[in-house]
């Protein structure tokens, strides 16, 4: 079987999606990045090897934070940022969709589209209270596992206002809502309404959200968060069925544009999980600009160098 793949390597969590010859998913794989993404990956694709023995990858694509490095790494065909990636995701969830609604765990993005362009969007990677790091938290300190974090919220009836400014802040003022004798069910879509509104306030400032509206990322996995958002902007939340790993499926999909136009890849193949893989850097002080240069060495051979922006360094290697 022919399939893409497309990488999401985010701060927190690696998603690995395969797509068959027909752009439809036939795996997806979440894996927490731990503070090494090069080892996630591996394990992440020799899972992905494991499970579809008889795949022969035609395509794959990075994307999020680390997309740079991975995509050195496996010999990327394309190598997106984040609003690309779930921009075209979303497209091909729902052609129709012009807003885009994604929180992850540790930053959240709005992607503003009309007639399958984006014209605009924006980012949050600053303020924990507007990712689901919030969540997270509020839920470790309420003794509840974040998957039932959602179910619980919609049982309450009357939410309390809880401040979702600042993490510190909402933290506080939990406590206080706690000791004044509020519901947990109550309490945690107070949290869920203070998230929507920092996001909408912060991340959404501005932005003329217009309805089909998907929310994407793993909080959207969130029953609360998604009835948050319902009632603060008045129209149906769209929740893709691969919510998670839509960063991952819209590298895939950028990855097969790619392909089909030199039908070639430029996939190293799944020995890259066997071999090991040294990042360092160092300061170039050619110039004012004191770049600082990053070198990877795969078995103690340097194979790539980026990060200098006059390419005096990412020039000199010649990758096999």
């Given at each position: 079987m022919h399939v893409l793949l497309g990488i999401d390597v985010?701060?927190?969590?690696i998603n690995i999606a395969a797509l068959d010859e027909f752009k439809k998913v036939i795996d997806t794989?979440?894996?927490?990045?731990?503070?090494n993404p090069i080892k996630a990956v591996q394990n992440g694709l020799r899972l992905i090897r494991e499970r579809n023995p008889d795949i022969k990858v035609k395509g794959v694509g990075t994307t999020g934070s680390g997309r740079n490095l991975m995509g050195v790494i496996v010999g990327a065909d394309s190598v997106k940022n984040e609003i690309t990636a779930h921009a075209v995701a979303a497209m091909h969830t729902t052609p129709e969709v012009q807003t885009v609604l994604e929180?992850?765990?540790?930053?959240?993005k709005i992607i503003i589209l009309r007639d399958g362009v984006v014209i605009d969007f924006a980012m949050n990677t600053v303020c924990a209270a507007g990712t689901?790091?919030?969540?997270?938290?509020?839920?470790?300190?309420?003794?509840?596992?974040?998957?039932?974090?959602?179910?619980?919220?919609?049982?309450?009836?009357?939410?309390v206002r809880i401040a979702g400014r600042c993490?510190?802040?909402?933290?506080?003022?939990?406590?206080?809502?706690?000791?004044?004798?509020?519901?947990?069910?109550?309490?945690?879509?107070?949290?869920?309404?203070?998230l929507s509104r920092n996001y909408l306030n912060n991340v959404g400032k501005g932005k003329k959200i217009q309805s089909p509206v998907l929310f994407q990322g793993g909080v959207a996995a969130n029953?609360?968060?998604?009835?948050?958002?319902?009632?603060?902007?008045?129209?149906?939340?769209v929740i893709p069925a691969y919510h998670d790993v839509m960063g991952a499926i819209g590298a895939a999909l950028l990855a097969g544009e790619q392909v089909s136009q030199r039908n070639h890849t430029n996939f190293r193949g799944f020995d890259v999980v066997d071999l090991?893989?040294?990042p360092n850097s160092f300061e170039c002080n050619g110039c004012a600009n004191m770049c600082e240069v990053i070198d990877l060495k795969v078995n103690d051979r340097t194979v790539a160098r980026w990060g200098d922006q006059c390419g005096k360094w990412s020039n000199s290697i010649v990758v096999a």
């Open positions: 985010g701060s927190v969590s794989l979440y894996i927490r990045t731990q503070g929180i992850g765990g540790q930053d959240s689901g790091s919030f969540l997270d938290q509020q839920a470790a300190r309420l003794n509840i596992s974040i998957e039932d974090f959602g179910d619980i919220a919609l049982q309450s009836q009357t939410p993490a510190v802040f909402a933290e506080s003022d939990m406590i206080h809502k706690q000791q004044t004798g509020h519901s947990i069910p109550d309490i945690l879509n107070g949290l869920c309404h203070a029953k609360g968060m998604q009835r948050a958002f319902e009632e603060a902007l008045g129209c149906p939340i090991t893989y040294v």
